[in-house]
């Protein structure tokens, strides 16, 4: 199976800041990378798709970008809605896997 | 309206059987392959496996293969997950979610998914 490593596992911020999660995965999976965040009691929403496409309705202020095996969900300037959990998933071959999620939490 | 509703929470002893399902509504169920995810309390997301509605074909995790068995009905638009013999460990949260793929490649993500079912094993 291929070994999706979240980092970090959880992060405290602002309201405003620019935060970064990283995921990176065992093997090449070229951008069969998607993006979901969750928040507590609710089911997860996807975000980004293929590395770096912006899901439709999804603010501008998330983005997507891959660097080899190397995955980064950023978001721009944190608005009080974001604080929830993030996974990234891996669609390259089956079984899918997910990252061991990363929890956003406010400073 | 795109949607799956999921069944209602169960509350099981160990041992005993389940079926839980899933139903979809507003987009041609047949088109599109439905995923099934196990969130543990206080835990991450697993992915368990995935069925094609329209032949039925079922794909899982080793780590979940033989523990459960997916399935689906065309006719009623509603896949399906279910145990035989539960075990407290079954305990959680269950996702299923639609499979979507992007129009001009292979990517395939999960673009719907459903409230989900809680299930608690004990006796």
């Known amino acids: 199976d291929i070994q999706m490593t979240q980092s970090p596992s959880s992060l405290s911020a602002s309201v405003g800041d620019r935060v970064n999660i990283t995921c990176r995965a065992s093997q090449s999976i070229s951008t069969y990378l998607n993006w979901y965040q969750q928040k507590p009691g609710k089911a997860p929403k996807v975000l980004i798709y293929a590395a770096s496409s912006l899901q439709s309705g999804v603010p501008s202020r998330f983005s997507g970008s891959a660097s080899g095996t190397d995955f980064t969900l950023t978001i721009s300037s944190l608005q009080p809605e974001d604080f929830a959990a993030y996974y990234c998933?891996?669609?390259?071959?089956?079984?899918?896997?997910f990252g061991q999620g990363t929890r956003l939490e406010i400073k | 309206e795109v949607q799956l509703v999921q069944s209602g929470a169960e509350v099981k002893k160990p041992g005993e059987s389940l079926r839980i399902s899933c139903k979809g509504a507003g987009y041609r169920f047949t088109s599109h392959w439905i995923n099934w995810v196990r969130q543990m309390p206080g835990k991450g997301l697993e992915w368990m496996g995935k069925?094609?509605?329209?032949?039925?074909?079922?794909d899982y995790s080793p780590s979940f293969r033989g523990h459960v068995t997916i399935s689906a009905d065309k006719s009623f638009n509603t896949a399906y997950l279910e145990w035989n013999s539960l075990k407290a460990s079954d305990t959680a949260v269950y996702f299923c979610?639609?499979?979507?793929?992007?129009?001009?490649?292979?990517?395939?993500?999960?673009?719907?998914w459903g409230k989900g079912t809680t299930v608690i094993v004990s006796s």
């Open positions: 979610a639609r499979r979507s793929r992007v129009q001009t490649d292979n990517h395939y993500f999960m673009d719907v």
């Open positions: 069925i094609d509605p329209s032949e039925s074909y079922v």
């Open positions: 998933q891996q669609s390259y071959t089956t079984p899918d896997t």
